[in-house]
């Protein structure tokens, strides 16, 4: 029996967690928190720091193999331990050392002629006062490592809105990166699966809708060209090749259909595609694979772990919808540690509903996700409206 060792106790590694007992693997979570949802799902949790040299190298030498869900752990720190033990790290350091850093993803983006929006990097004030000066507003602007949902994150529409940026981010510069603003049309992912032996198989291209930076819907099929969601996959595999990757990676998409001078990347079916990053790890996206594919996301990574071939992602019948389920749900309920879910009793279109176990409901935290299964698109989409409306009412 492997061991397999997560890093991270969210959401991410408990479904992940599922795939692995299911195909008869032991798992071990490594976090800080030790009210994070893995702690109550496995006795085998080890409760640690970041930065404990001492326990992460004792959780890795008593590890077949391991993997990660959270991306925040210094890479330098990462590699010398998997030097030092011989458990190998899937995906591995170097490969997060690209993508946990907003400069190097662009940079590697540019460099190997991936379509990427325009973008500079400015390591301190001085820089940053200069380069601000040849983007055009609006832009945006983003810290190079750390953030997300939209931490970490600035639109600048005017010349104001840079300086009270430049105010607020003074107290404590960190460095950043500038983008041009892309008129999104659609944002889709697709996440590729890749194992030690180099075979790669893409999942279903993913169409999604953000509400304040944070995944609101997730849609299959997408609604694109055939030849938009297979120019996709290719520069997908692309990436995933280029990087090396064993495991999973996914590529976030912007399409826009406005046209830019900068752009020298083919348009297809009216679309100008754009890579907005890479995330080595399941996807909050990959979630609605576990109803609408034969193999999910996580099914896959753990194919992936234990040396079993990998299967090729097929859609299931039918149109489905995943919705995330924010703590604000909770919260207009009454009760910030448990939901209610009564309404799904009216609501027979909602296939499965997933509660992460997080201790308590907060604004904007994701809590769980639900996915609803139509004979038609519109209506899958219809009816996670409903769901989430009924779900929010009141009790």
């Not at 950043?176 to 194992?195: D, H």
Request: aromatic share 12%.
């Amino acid at each position: 029996m492997k061991t397999v060792g997560v890093l991270g106790g969210g959401q991410l590694g408990c479904m992940l967690a599922d795939a692995l007992f299911k195909l008869g693997a032991k798992v071990q979570f490594y976090d800080p928190d030790p009210t994070s949802p893995a702690y109550f799902r496995t006795q085998s949790f080890v409760q640690g720091g970041w930065e404990d040299k001492k326990k992460l190298e004792e959780f890795f030498a008593t590890s077949d193999i391991v993997t990660y869900e959270f991306e925040n752990v210094s890479v330098n720190l990462l590699e010398e331990i998997v030097q030092k033990t011989g458990t190998q790290l899937f995906p591995s350091a170097q490969v997060l050392a690209t993508t946990q850093n907003r400069y190097l993803e662009k940079t590697f983006l540019k460099n190997n002629d991936f379509p990427v929006c325009q973008f500079a990097l400015a390591k301190n004030i001085h820089e940053a006062n200069i380069i601000s000066q040849k983007f055009n507003f609006p832009y945006i602007i983003k810290t190079a490592t750390g953030g997300y949902d939209g931490k970490g994150q600035w639109l600048i529409k005017n010349k104001e809105d840079f300086e009270s940026f430049i105010k607020e981010i003074s107290i404590k510069f960190v460095e950043i990166i500038f983008e041009e603003k892309i008129q999104i049309e659609l944002e889709a992912s697709c996440i590729v699966a890749r194992n030690s032996n180099n075979k790669a198989v893409c999942l279903p291209v993913f169409e999604n809708v953000h509400k304040n930076h944070i995944l609101y819907n997730t849609t299959l099929p997408a609604h694109l060209p055939i030849s938009v969601q297979e120019k996709l996959k290719s520069i997908a595999l692309k990436a995933a090749n280029k990087l090396n990757v064993t495991g999973l990676l996914t590529t976030e998409f912007f399409l826009s259909r406005k046209i830019n001078p900068y752009y020298k990347f083919e348009c297809i079916e009216g679309y100008y595609i754009y890579i907005n990053e890479f995330a080595p790890r399941p996807h909050n996206s990959g979630h609605i694979s576990l109803n609408a594919c034969n193999i999910s996301q996580f099914n896959a990574l753990a194919h992936i772990l234990l040396n079993i071939p990998l299967q090729t992602p097929k859609l299931n019948d039918g149109f489905y919808c995943m919705g995330n389920l924010l703590g604000d749900t909770w919260i207009e309920q009454g009760n910030k540690y448990q939901l209610n879910l009564n309404a799904w009793e009216k609501n027979p279109e909602v296939i499965d509903v997933v509660l992460y176990g997080k201790s308590e409901a907060k604004k904007n935290r994701k809590m769980g996700h639900f996915v609803t299964h139509s004979l038609n698109r519109e209506q899958s989409i219809l009816d996670a409206e409903k769901f989430r409306s009924d779900l929010n009412e009141k009790l």
